[in-house]
């Protein structure tokens, strides 16, 4: 790369995610504008690379550049068995008036798709765009899957891209596509996992492998942009061209050509066959994973697995259908879909809406799926109907004597009601959940303590908040798991400290928060370690240590590696407005903390009605942080202080 690349080669070489290409170039870069340019460029390329695609080399020039550790991190995400890495080619973007994109030029590179079960259709609003040629590849492709696998019905299964956020408003074109998502769908049907390190470009015409275009950009793009591909899969027409590639890159991979549907099968999949997927079985170990998600981050992986059971359950089971769909909506929401999370939590609904299937729903899974709809329905800033979700749920835990569902269905209630703003009411329901919880599974009722405490300290009863801290901390010895243990501890410490913050009471919050259990979640946890963050920076700012305070919660965005998760990215955004807050308070503002802090507004959810509920202080502080000179306007800086103080406190409503 030299000086003379536009900003939209920049941008494609992001796109591409060629790690190689832009820190090359960011070293080489001669001013410190430009250098700037290309680290943020280099940093968005491995913040959207695939896991696994960035080689120990590119990773070493990013730590030299100065690129954030965090970013460096290994991905948590581990892709499913049958994605397969599809070659592709990308030009300099250069926008018309129109806002379409014209190509310039050609860089190769590759992304990780498969094909997965989309029991809401496209609510995301199409993470996977493709043109008409693509999407009668893609189709074809699954059908002739699914005929050689034995498949009747393949209806709700499409390709998508491992790294959404990569991909988005990018058009795919052409049918060069269809021999990759036939290999990931007959991978998923049959149990036959993808050989490790494939990558793989063709047309399929009926059962033969045929020509696809710029064989040669695409196998070279491959080669010098990752480091995971291992095997090269192209039509053998091509295979001259490909091996000549590979060759003038240097690469150690193996290339082969194949003519015929048998010969790709052949060669891209293993012999031996995974274990099916089996209704109840099946069903029972994503429940127990479904409990231990935000552990290690699993959630990504998780949806996957999901999405692939609500596709093989047979139509004689609607009651593992409704509660795998009731997960998956809580992941999706989870991993920051809130939107898509409804539309597959609706799916389960509209199954329940056929009188036989409601008759064979057992009250468990509808009590789960109405808990998950209200605190969906609290993500999108739709009040009112997580109110009537959580009394329905509620109603069907005490219908059917699910006590270990009723506390938590109160808990639900609870939620929704801090969310509206009324701690009172939700002091009145995690009462009683609390009530029911010590009596029934007592091992989780120090995390019912912990959602009473923010009540209690939203409401402003300091004393009963104490009193429940005090109460709570010696019972944690009981939990026999030490993991577990410390995280109830952790949880426990950041609610109390909310708690203090809240009363004032700033010294007594950050001795609170000195523990081994909340110093781990701020260095690796994001929940409770951005909770954590924020109250410890506020309190640490309040007093003498106010720099070391500010820069805890600036630090939040790059604190954990997981970015590409919205729920995440606004959460540690949500921390970049609190420093902007107390720093306002401390009259230490400054024009680095304004760009920030407009970058943190934009980082707010867009979904549902999150934009209304938000509107109006988001608008007026936005405006101030564009338009006004906060450092010498004391007018201007009194109300963006109050402004930014009710979007704050909107903003931790919803987390």
Known sequence: MRRSWSRNAVRAAVLAGRVDQLAAAARRAPGVAERRFLLDALERAISLADPGAIGDRELALARQLGVDEALLQPDPYTAPPHAVRVPLVVTSLETDGRGETEAHGQLGFARLLYVSFRPAGDARGGELRLDD???????????????????????????????????????????????????????????????????????????????????????????????????????????????????????DVEVSGVATVSELTAACLSDQVSRSVSSQGTVDALRLDFRAGWEGWRWPALRERLARAAGEIPPHRPDLAVEVLAMLGAVERNLGAPEESHAVLDRARNILADPDAYESVPDLPLAILFQHLALTEVQLCRFAPAVSAARQAVEVARRGRLRSQLFRALGCMGIVALARGRPEEA???????????????????PRTRTYLLEALGAAGDIAAARALFNETRPLLRATPSEERRASYEAWLRVAWASCLVRAGEQASAVRVLDAAPVREAIAQQPLPGLFARRWLGVALAAGRRAEEGFELLAMSPAAYGLMRAPRVRFLSHLNVLVEAQARLARSAWNRDIAARACTAIGALPRYGAAPTFLGEPARAVAEALVDADLDRDREALDATARDLDELVARCVRLG
């Not at 002091?427 to 009722?445: D, F, G, K, N, Q």
């Open 133 to 251: 040629a693509a999407r009668r590849a893609v189709s074809q492709a699954i059908d002739l899957a699914a005929r050689q696998s034995g498949r009747a019905d393949v209806a709700g299964f499409d390709l998508v891209v491992a790294q959404p956020a990569a991909l988005v408003d990018v058009r795919i074109e052409g049918p060069s596509i269809g021999a990759a998502a036939f290999v990931s769908a007959l991978s998923l049907f049959s149990g036959r996992a993808a050989r490790p390190g494939l990558a793989i470009t063709g047309c399929l015409a009926g059962g033969r492998v045929t020509r696809v275009g710029s064989v040669g950009d695409k196998v070279e793009g491959v080669l010098r942009g990752r480091s995971d591909v291992r095997r090269i899969v192209v039509p053998k027409d091509e295979l001259r061209r490909a091996r000549q590639a590979v060759r003038e890159v240097g690469a």
């Open 427 to 445: 002091v009145s329901h995690h009462t009683e959940a609390l009530s029911i919880a010590e009596r029934v599974e007592p091992e989780t009722a």
